[in-house]
């Protein structure tokens, strides 16, 4: 009877509930409203100039080609733009599918679905219009090419496989970790180990002039970056516990559980553990668990890891931290599963372990389901409702709090030039986009809630609620002149 369950599962369920995920995203890229960071790739391709396209790390460069395609079809609403993200994103998750198929212990094939596939936060980044969705395909390609090459030993395989890494790179700076790592595991295992023979193989060198190109491109863009805006040098965490594993317990929650710091740290420190301790089983027990794919990515990621750690002392480059983070996530959890399915079947203990986990990792995610917001642009939610509720109200210039501005110049005001508005001082916070206007100036104010206005406390205008929106408490003020 398990067997038949086993089977059923394995032949019916997986695929549709990967079919259902991947419906999912595509339903999140076409119904949440456009993010900050989206409206920005937006703005620099509408207003191309090199020096604000190439100044910020904001800009990924496949999703500001794909946002470029959608524009020049005439395609400009947030779902349009996302085209590529979202196919992106189907794409990672059947390369997943196609690993988890992989698996011959029931159980733990459900875990690694689980843990994976229904990370709210992954979820997200898969529809949204950035970097991080592409990078995670290509990097998901390499590393499917990567074995079936050592499967097959075809040598097409091989160089798809160190193509795909360096263009996970170019489609995000972030997975240059991943791409450095990968070759140092790709030119050990296709070449170094075999001896010195290779100096005599055209296709080492090949290799070698795409994966310098690659390097050279990159490294120009980062120098570029630096001395232009050097806006990355301030992202990140100044330790590599609380920076990378903390922000796995906190993304992977999704704020449904109110955790203390410590218990999340806590967890970080068990969970670096626990990837140390796999990584290690990985490297130098080969012989026991014979998988190439955990050997690899326990190599990959431990280099990863190292990477990050030299950058931090010899050069002040902080860890990565929340969604720069996502290029670790799938390695490790390709470690810990390799891990796990070696003592499977020797604990008793082990296994109730993964079914609570696999329980919980599921019922997360059903509570994180959702058509509206995100844990990174949380104040994003609803915008374009606002700005419809503006646009009816006809009105010829607007203030907002701070963090509603950037998606309003940068997106709804270039598809909308009649909109006219502009960030007023409400929580003191984004000091770079505050500026000071007299509250007679606007027509109406759009507010967040917590939002004070005592830094007009003089102002002789008085202010009539028009509109109030109970699910986001967002409230739009008419100003009412004297």
Not at 33 to 52: G, L, Q
Not at 73 to 88: D, H, V
Not at 144 to 167: H, I, P, S, T, W
Not at 247 to 256: C, E, G, V
Request: aromatic share 20%; glycine share 4%; hydrophobic share 50%.
């Amino acid at each position: 009877m398990l067997d038949r369950v086993k089977h059923i599962t394995n032949r019916f369920v997986f695929p549709v509930l990967t079919g259902t995920l991947m419906l999912y995203v595509i339903a999140r890229g076409c119904i949440v409203d456009i993010t900050d960071d989206e409206a920005w790739s937006f703005f620099n391709v509408k207003n191309f100039w090199y020096v604000e396209t190439l100044c910020t790390g904001n800009t990924h460069w496949f999703n500001f080609a794909a946002i470029k395609a959608a524009v020049l079809l005439g395609c400009e609403k947030a779902w349009q733009l996302r085209w590529f993200s979202m196919l992106s994103g189907i794409g990672f998750i059947y390369v997943v599918y196609v690993w988890l198929r992989t698996i011959n212990v029931f159980y733990l094939k459900c875990f690694a679905f689980c843990f994976l596939l229904l990370n709210p936060y992954l979820i997200e980044y898969l529809s949204l219009a950035r970097g991080y969705t592409t990078a995670l395909f290509f990097l998901a390609l390499s590393l499917l090419f990567f074995m079936r090459a050592q499967d097959n030993k075809e040598r097409r395989y091989l160089f798809l496989a160190l193509v795909f890494a360096g263009l996970s790179a170019i489609a995000n700076f972030n997975f240059l970790y991943y791409f450095a790592a990968f070759c140092l595991v790709y030119f050990y295992e296709v070449y170094w180990k075999h001896g010195m023979g290779f100096l005599k193989q055209k296709h080492f060198y090949i290799d070698l002039v795409f994966s310098g190109g690659i390097l050279s491109v990159i490294l120009l863009a980062f120098r570029f970056i630096i001395i232009c805006s050097n806006d990355i040098a301030a992202h990140g965490g100044r330790e590599l516990i609380p920076a990378i594993f903390s922000s796995f317990i906190d993304t992977l929650l999704y704020r449904n559980f109110a955790l203390s710091q410590s218990i999340i740290t806590v967890s970080a420190y068990i969970l670096f553990a626990l990837v140390l301790i796999a990584i290690g089983f990985g490297i130098l027990k080969y012989k026991t668990h014979q998988s190439k794919l955990y050997v690899s990515a326990s190599r990959m990621l431990a280099l990863m890891l190292l990477f990050c750690v030299i950058n931090k002392w010899c050069f002040g480059v902080l860890y990565p931290n929340d969604r720069t983070t996502l290029m670790f996530y799938p390695l490790m959890v390709i470690v810990l599963v390799g891990l796990l399915h070696h003592i499977f079947n020797y604990f008793l203990f082990e296994r109730i372990m993964v079914c609570l986990l696999t329980g919980f990792l599921c019922f997360n995610f059903i509570r994180s389901v959702n058509f509206d917001t995100g844990y990174d642009h949380p104040f994003c939610k609803d915008t374009q409702h606002y700005f419809s509720d503006l646009k009816k109200l006809e009105t010829k210039n607007v203030g907002m709090s701070v963090e509603f501005y950037c998606t309003f110049y940068k997106y709804y005001q270039v598809i909308d030039p009649s909109l006219k508005g502009e960030s007023i001082n409400t929580l003191g916070v984004y000091s770079r986009w505050v500026k000071a206007y007299p509250l007679e100036d606007f027509d109406y104010i759009l507010l967040l809630p917590g939002s004070t206005l005592s830094w007009y406390k003089n102002s002789p205008v008085k202010l009539e609620l028009v509109h109030f929106y109970p699910d986001t408490e967002v409230s739009i003020f008419k100003v009412l002149k004297q």
